[in-house]
């Protein structure tokens, strides 16, 4: 061949690239375009749970691109065709150069608890499962980069699966081997996921999105309902927010117990797909991820503002809608008061994701109020066109909270900095005391005045009050600032009840009257005991070992003295227990199933006594898990596992004074 034909011919191989590259491409331009450019192309064994995988990542530019096997088991790497030493280097390996690196590897994944990142193991990763149930991979599950790069996947699963991943769009060949899935997202990701399984698939489509369901055969009659809710969710933040960013969205039945949502899907496991009130609560909340997590990334090392953001366009939304706005933050602050202790508590900037109750109560429910907060103070038109602009301004790259306050600051006009850095670097939430409240006449008028007091270095906050009249309601917004300040306020008539955040408009901690003694106070307790009688250890033996996981330390009844029941709070098993005797002289309630109650401690108010009492082993044993999902509760009850009862005892809605009381009788908070 001579150097003009070679010449020809390499011109018209970068023109197919080029032409290769912007069809598939094409949507982003300007500095993405210098993004790594990762080709995965996987396969399954699943008698023996084995993926076998070939990455090819194209390296736009030199620099230090670092790769993490994990406990990948790497069979071969090379960069530009020349091979590269990968061992020896602790599951790291990092490349100077550019060009295409090649790495050939397997994976064990069996779905249990597994050893990852031994090196006894190599090869045997926990995070994910391939087997004939169906596959499932989330995580680790191939060399991973840091950062954005543009993923194109290809897989090849058994003639009776259907396989999901990212995609705008879905191609499917048939081979001899199988079915080959392909996967295009013209999109930078931060990383991919796969899942397949032997689905049912049930499409519809709304505003030109294709809307689907993979379901297991033996779930399919749950899809009409959840493409209904997709399509309400769907249309509902398209108003809000901005237009769904992609060509289709799918809800995917996992073999695995897990709620995740990625671009143009979410996956939510077996068992919490099945329960009823999931489509109106929990497939919104990861709709809704499509826009902030999915279309705006997080900048994870800055902080995770996205479940902030999240849980209060979702979650707190629908309570609102339905006009149950203030009892849903009142439970946030419920939730922080009990969970959140001086040992467990961090800034909410430090908040990278769930690990605990404590930091899903600083992630989801502080970061929520701090939203609320926000959206009172520059106002609900305002506050969502700054959404829209966070979301435009930082589509598919990874902001932090820093981008997060820009466009608040230029749609309300107003220097935030203060508000962002009081409630993202602090611990804590502010406490208010209400001193010598009363209701003089001054030069003729009624007045209400009192002192407010904060604990600790002052917050800056607007706190709602209103004043009850003979003949009517006065509301203001006082503004709180100092350690101590004064009121007087004209009250026009005599007045008779004077009440502060009665809407829980504002983070705080909740007067002892406020705050209801609820099973999220017997688990967040730094010091708790699970008291048991000897005779029923059997019949209570599962829950003893549940909650003794949880941090509870396990006495027989004989061994509880006053001093752990002064200084823990309990939960008694049985009703017949002389700790209860003891306490509240003898309990009446009962009935058929698993019931557990929640009072506070007459010895110490500080405390809550929780007990419990089943009819049988297996009521026990099927409610034993469940508690934890009903924090908010003082009283449950479950008839073969199934919950059947739940209230939450009362408590004053605000900070409540009767001005007409005795100053003597009043109960400071």
């Avoid at 949507?27 to 990762?38: F, I």
């Avoid at 995609?167 to 931060?190: Q, V």
């Avoid at 467990?344 to 600083?362: K, M, V, W, Y």
């Avoid at 301004?393 to 820093?402: G, H, L, R, V």
Wanted: net charge neutral; with cysteine; proline share 5%.
């Amino acid at each position: 061949m001579t150097t003009q034909n070679k010449s020809v011919c390499l011109l018209l191989f970068t023109i197919a690239l080029i032409a290769y590259k912007s069809n598939l491409y094409g949507a982003e331009k300007g500095p993405e375009q210098s993004l790594p450019v990762y080709h995965l192309s996987v396969s399954f064994d699943l008698k023996t749970n084995l993926l076998r995988g070939t990455a090819a990542i194209t390296l736009p530019e030199p620099g230090n691109t670092t790769v993490s096997f994990g406990n990948l088991r790497v069979l071969s790497v090379t960069l530009n065709g020349s091979p590269v030493d990968y061992k020896k280097r602790n599951g790291l390996l990092r490349v100077p150069g550019k060009g295409i690196l090649k790495i050939h590897y397997e994976g064990t994944f069996k779905g249990g608890p597994g050893n990852r990142g031994s090196l006894e193991n190599a090869g045997v990763v926990s995070t994910g499962m391939v087997s004939g149930r169906g596959v499932s991979l989330t995580g680790n599950w191939y060399p991973a980069i840091d950062g954005l790069a543009y993923y194109k996947l290809t897989a090849l699963v058994p003639d009776n699966f259907i396989a999901i991943s990212e995609a705008d769009e879905i191609t499917l060949k048939k081979i001899a081997a199988g079915k080959e899935y392909s996967f295009i997202f013209p999109h930078p990701l931060t990383g991919i996921n796969l899942v397949a399984g032997n689905y049912r698939e049930v499409k519809s489509s709304a505003n030109g999105i294709g809307i689907y369901t993979y379901f297991f055969p033996e779930d399919i009659s749950l899809a009409a309902d959840y493409i209904e809710h997709t399509k309400k969710y769907l249309k509902m933040y398209d108003e809000l927010l901005v237009p769904y960013p992609y060509k289709r969205f799918s809800v995917v039945e996992n073999i695995l117990p897990t709620g995740y949502s990625m671009p143009t899907f979410t996956l939510l496991g077996q068992e919490v797909l099945r329960l009823p009130f999931i489509p109106e609560t929990s497939l919104g909340h990861e709709i809704t991820h499509q826009w902030f997590g999915n279309y705006v990334y997080a900048d994870f090392d800055k902080g995770n503002w996205l479940e902030a953001i999240t849980s209060y366009m979702s979650d707190h939304l629908y309570e609102e809608q339905k006009g149950r706005g203030w009892e849903d933050r009142k439970k946030i602050l419920i939730n922080f008061q009990s969970y959140v202790t001086s040992e467990n508590d961090f800034p909410l900037r430090q908040f990278t994701g769930r690990t605990g109750f404590a930091s899903a109560a600083i992630g989801y429910g502080k970061g929520a109020m701090l939203f609320h907060m926000l959206e009172n103070m520059v106002g609900r038109e305002t506050f969502l066109k700054s959404l829209r602009k966070l979301i435009e301004d930082n589509k598919f790259q990874m902001a932090s909270w820093a981008d997060v306050e820009k466009p608040f600051e230029l749609e309300s006009g107003k220097d935030l900095g203060w508000f962002f850095s009081q409630w993202l670097d602090r611990k804590g939430v502010p406490s208010f005391e209400i001193r010598n409240p009363s209701a003089p006449v001054l030069k003729g008028v009624p007045t209400v005045s009192f002192e407010l007091a904060q604990s600790g270095k002052p917050y800056r906050i607007e706190l709602p009050v209103k004043i009850i009249t003979e003949k009517g309601v006065i509301k203001q917004v006082l503004p709180i600032e100092k350690e101590k300040q004064h009121f007087d306020i004209n009250a026009k008539e005599i007045p008779s009840d004077l009440i502060f955040d009665e809407n829980y408009d504002v983070l705080r901690r909740l007067s002892s009257d406020e705050f209801p003694p609820v099973i999220a106070r017997l688990l967040g307790d730094e010091r708790k005991l699970i008291v048991y009688p000897e005779k029923e250890k059997e019949k209570y033996a599962r829950l003893i070992a549940i909650f003794k996981e949880e941090g509870f330390i396990a006495k027989e009844q004989g061994e509880v003295g006053d001093g752990d029941i002064r200084s823990s709070s309990l939960f008694v098993l049985g009703f017949e227990s002389p700790v209860l005797r003891r306490l509240f002289g003898a309990v009446r309630e009962g009935g058929q199933g698993f019931v557990l109650i929640v009072k506070n401690n007459p010895l110490n108010p500080s405390k809550v006594v929780a007990y419990a009492q089943g009819t049988a082993k297996e009521e026990v044993d099927l409610a034993a898990e469940k508690i934890f999902h009903y924090g908010k509760y003082s009283f449950i009850r479950f008839e073969k596992g199934r919950n059947t009862a739940k209230e939450i005892a009362g408590t004053n809605r605000g900070m409540v004074f009767n001005l007409r009381e005795p100053v003597e009788a009043r109960r400071k908070p």
